[in-house]
């Protein structure tokens, strides 16, 4: 199975700030990669799909980026909201494998 | 509106067989795939398996393949996740969740969660 490395696991930060999340995958992935959202209590959700893709209604501080196996997602100015913990997904290949998430705090 | 329904929290004991749904409803059901995903207390997200609705074809995680088992009813745009016998490690929350149907095959709508809790 493919494993997929997302560091850091966690981070602090302040609102307004631009903060930085990677994934790492065990081999090579094309684009195929989507990262979710999840807040305490509540389902996932898509924010990026196909490594870049923003999806409809999500704010564009919102990015994607990455091919192969290297992968980030960005968040240009972050808003009190965008607290929560972010998860990477391959969906490339079966079985489809997340990463361990990125625990965002406030600092 | 694209919309997966989860039946309600589960509490049940160690040996006894459950089975959990997912009811999609805004779109044609047999389309798209379904997805389950486990969280367990605390952890991340594990992706256990999906199924095609039309066909009812199976792809199972190595790390659930034969502990559970996943189903559609169509005609009622259903899925379901079941167990014969459970054990405290299913504690978890389930999610469904659906494929997006195309050349990329991401997660798009997820349900709202199903807590199963298994304890003597």
Partial sequence: AIQ???????LSASVGDRVTFTCRASQGIRNDLGWYQQKPGKAPKLLISAASNLQSGVPSRFSGSGSGTDFTLTISSLQPEDFATYYCLQDYNYPYTFGQGTKLEIK | EVQLVQSGAEVKKPGESLRISCKGSGYRFTSYWISW??????????????IDPEDSYTNYSPSFQGHV?????????????QWSSVKASDTAMYY?????????WYLDYWGQGTLVTVSS
């Fill in chain 1, 4 to 10: 997929m490395t997302q560091s850091p696991s966690s």
């Fill in chain 2, 37 to 50: 995903v486990r969280q367990m207390p605390g952890k991340g997200l594990e992706w256990m398996g999906r």
């Fill in chain 2, 69 to 81: 088992t996943i189903s559609t009813d169509k005609s009622i745009g259903t899925a379901y996740l």
């Fill in chain 2, 96 to 104: 469904c969740a659906r494929h997006h149907s195309g050349a990329y």
